[in-house]
């Protein structure tokens, strides 16, 4: 088995641990808001199951992403990740929301709940992410998928802290206000982080450069190097969050052999994949080019075949 297969399945377990562990804590959290009447306890079950739902289809996109290409998906299912993490970022958005409102509500009608109760259950939550996401968090530095069910596994564990303090403050002052406080703050941070989560998912689905690549840069420094004049009709785009892919026509200073085009093309692919971490590249040698040596093309009824039209 290799490496990536392997890292692949223990990944999964991980995320199925993590799935089976939400989904008790969710339905212990939402029995003992039902019997207990506890607005805060029924808001952090919620704010679980979402979770639950996060997890799951990370373990499914992560399945998927295993599958093997074919001739009708000659990509596979590189971007399933890439969609889940979009889900999980908006319906992250929508559950912060619903809990600014109902805890905007509650702070206009507080109501006497038992606080111990919520102190428990609180604790098991948060004992339950905090393990789930001590689990993901490896995986989250280099997945965006991974990170977003990383996100919601600690944000929901700050959520069920809040519910902790909310109960103490109810035992101890009789301040029933206080979880729907502090949950507002915290929800307005979730937003902030699943409004990010989305529009980096969206940069990706839009096809553009990663952020931190500097384009200009990246074809001097290729210009400088022997035998090569320049690049032009550049294309990079992220298959996935650690799939950058890369095409573009190398204009090649000398009319030289194909085998020796070949070379030239082989240290570019190399420096690139070193220095800037396109690990996918497709390049077209070509020697005094007859078209304009634009960087990108901005008009696509110009693009760049070098096929003349048949008179």
Same mark, same amino acid.
């Given at each position: ?48 199951? /979402? ?107 700050? /959520? ?22 502090? /949950? ?68 090649? /200073? ?58």
């Amino acid at each position: 088995m290799g490496t990536g297969h392997g890292h692949a399945e223990l990944r999964g377990r991980r995320l199925g641990v993590s799935v089976l562990l939400n989904v008790l804590i969710t339905a212990a959290q939402l029995l003992g808001g039902l019997i207990t009447g506890s607005l805060a306890l029924i808001s952090d079950a919620l704010h679980n199951l /979402t979770d639950v739902l996060a997890l799951s289809m990370s373990w499914v996109a992560t399945r998927l992403r295993r599958r093997e290409c074919t001739p009708q998906k000659t990509f596979g299912y590189k971007r399933a990740e890439l969609m889940a993490a979009l889900v999980n970022g908006l319906v992250l958005f929508a559950v912060s929301l619903f809990l600014i409102v109902e805890a905007y509500h509650r702070l206009a009608d507080p109501q006497a709940i038992e606080g111990a109760l919520l102190i428990v259950l609180g604790g098991a939550a948060v004992g339950v992410n905090g393990f789930c996401a001590w689990l993901l968090h490896a995986d989250s530095r280099e997945n965006l998928n991974m990170r977003s069910a990383y996100l919601h596994l600690v944000t929901d564990m700050a /959520t069920s802290l809040t519910v902790m303090g909310g109960g103490a403050a109810m035992i101890i002052w009789q301040a029933y206000w206080v979880d729907s406080a502090i /949950t507002i703050v915290i929800s307005l941070a979730l937003m902030y982080f699943s409004a990010k989560l989305i529009l980096d998912a969206v940069r990706i689905f839009m096809q553009f450069a990663p952020p931190d690549l500097d384009l200009f840069s990246m074809e001097r420094e290729v210009a400088s190097m022997d035998g090569i004049e320049g690049l032009h009709h550049i294309h990079v785009w992220q298959l996935s969050e650690c799939e950058v892919h890369m095409e573009a026509h190398v204009s090649l /200073t000398e009319d030289v052999p194909v085998s020796e085009a070949d070379r030239l093309l082989t240290e570019v692919e190399r420096r690139l994949m070193r220095k800037h971490g396109i690990n996918h590249v497709t390049l077209r040698p070509e020697h005094r080019p007859s078209c304009p040596p634009d960087l990108v093309i901005q008009d696509p009824d110009e693009e760049h075949n070098h096929i003349e039209e048949e008179p």
